[in-house]
């Protein structure tokens, strides 16, 4: 069975069949008026509570940040992001000279904006780094393609294989359009 469009999908249970990029899912979300910023498994749950009757209202951003980090300040008050400022403040906070923010940083962050969390604070992140606190668990569930030609490369027997990114997107696109669990296996070829 080959993917049918969206429009034609009547259950969240026959949606799930299917593999969508993440661009696809914000469509359909802009398409059907709910929230269509985030990560593949926020858009994802997004069109689950669709499909349950629950409407997820795109989120309108607050007020600009005023305030210096510090490490009892809450993120949205003093202008978080993941950038150069902010990379250099936490390479100061935790010794590590070339700092690097992580994916479960990433996605308690994602969560702060959409609750509009006030109370957490830069300590709290770093907790979140340290992997002291589950507050912000990455989900990588989202990232079948990756784990499919990964595994596709790791097959001894695709080590001759001339361009394996162009092989490996040939079968995915069999996978992803089919019913079938999104994993790659030897058999696919045939």
């Not at 969206?6 to 026959?14: L, R, V």
């Not at 340290?130 to 790791?154: E, I, T, V």
Request: with cysteine; net charge positive.
């Amino acid at each position: 069975m080959t993917r049918p469009e969206f429009k034609e999908i009547k259950t969240f249970e026959d949606f799930s069949k299917f593999y969508w990029y993440a661009d696809e899912l914000k469509c359909i979300c802009r398409e059907l008026g709910i929230a269509h910023d985030g990560t593949k498994t926020e858009l994802t749950e997004n069109i689950r509570e669709y499909f349950k009757g629950n409407i997820i209202k795109p989120v309108k951003r607050g007020q600009k940040a005023n305030r210096e980090p510090a490490p009892d300040c809450p993120l949205l008050d003093c202008g978080f992001s993941f950038n150069g400022k902010f990379r250099a403040y936490f390479s100061e906070l935790t010794g590590v000279e070339n700092f690097k923010f992580n994916a479960d940083m990433a996605e308690a962050w994602r969560r702060v904006k959409r609750e509009n969390d006030r109370k957490f604070t830069v300590s709290d992140m770093l907790n979140v780094y340290y992997g002291k606190s589950r507050y912000g668990k990455y989900d990588n569930s989202a990232c079948q393609w990756n784990k499919f030609y990964k595994d596709f490369c790791a097959d001894p027997l695709n080590k001759d294989v001339k361009d394996k990114m162009k092989t490996a997107a040939e079968l995915w696109k069999k996978v992803r359009n089919s019913e079938e669990e999104k994993i790659y296996i030897p058999e696919i070829k045939k």
